[in-house]
């Protein structure tokens, strides 16, 4: 049995948000094989493929506790730390950009920290959903709860079927293959018309500082 775990927070609220990345991804892969959530008995929704031995998984504890919801999975259905995948956003991953490990820290990520606490174990695999676009800004915690811009979204949408098209590649090729293909990948979203001259001017204004910055420099060379 191999369980996807789609990290995100629940509640209307929450659902158009970065943080809630995960939950896109796995809301993808139970509409292409055609399945449905339901209640657990737990903190969590799931929805079950038995033909394919899969588990879809979206705790309902809270992103910064979503630990405690992969325990009762794990408990309840035996399930080996290398058969866990976790989705989760990463906000210093570019939007276009996908990272799958086998193991790792938390990277800073509060549900991922959780699932760490609560395993007390980091060596199961994850899929990384890069979510910083052209908005982002420091501090994360209010960044990742916010949604993308209409700009973004489109591209966005793109990004959540590369991530489910990547999960499928774990069930049917595994996941060193998986890596192999994916990690490599980082898309780049078309640029309108409207960013385009924006970078122009920006491009503008860099080399005009350097211009006045080489003058001053050649002022204070033929004085001294």
Request: aromatic fraction near 10%; hydrophobic fraction near 35%; charged fraction near 25%.
């Amino acid at each position: 049995m191999v369980v996807f775990v789609g990290l995100g927070n629940i509640g209307d609220e929450y659902s158009s948000t970065k943080h809630n990345a995960g939950f896109w991804v796995v809301n993808e892969l139970a509409k292409r094989m055609n399945i449905s959530f339901k209640p657990g008995k737990g903190d969590y929704v799931f929805a079950e493929n038995r033909n394919k031995n899969i588990i879809l998984i979206k705790p309902t504890t809270g992103m910064n506790r979503s630990g405690l919801a992969v325990r009762q999975v794990l408990d309840k259905w035996n399930i080996e730390l290398k058969n866990l995948y976790l989705i989760v956003d990463d906000v210093d991953l570019n939007l276009g950009t996908l990272r799958i490990r086998p193991r790792g820290g938390d990277g800073c990520h509060r549900g991922m920290e959780s699932v760490i606490y609560q395993l007390n174990e980091n060596k199961f695999p994850r899929i990384r959903f890069g979510i910083k676009a052209g908005d982002h800004k420091r501090p994360a915690e209010k960044y990742v709860l916010k949604s993308f811009r209409k700009q973004d979204q489109q591209f966005t949408e793109e990004m959540v079927q590369q991530a489910a098209d990547a999960a499928m590649s774990i069930m049917n090729n595994g996941i060193n293959i998986t890596m192999n293909k994916y990690n490599r990948i980082e898309k780049t979203e078309e640029r309108s018309e409207e960013h385009t001259s924006e970078l122009q001017s920006h491009s503008f204004i860099s080399y005009a500082v350097f211009c006045l910055k080489k003058k001053k420099y050649l002022y204070n060379t033929l004085m001294n």
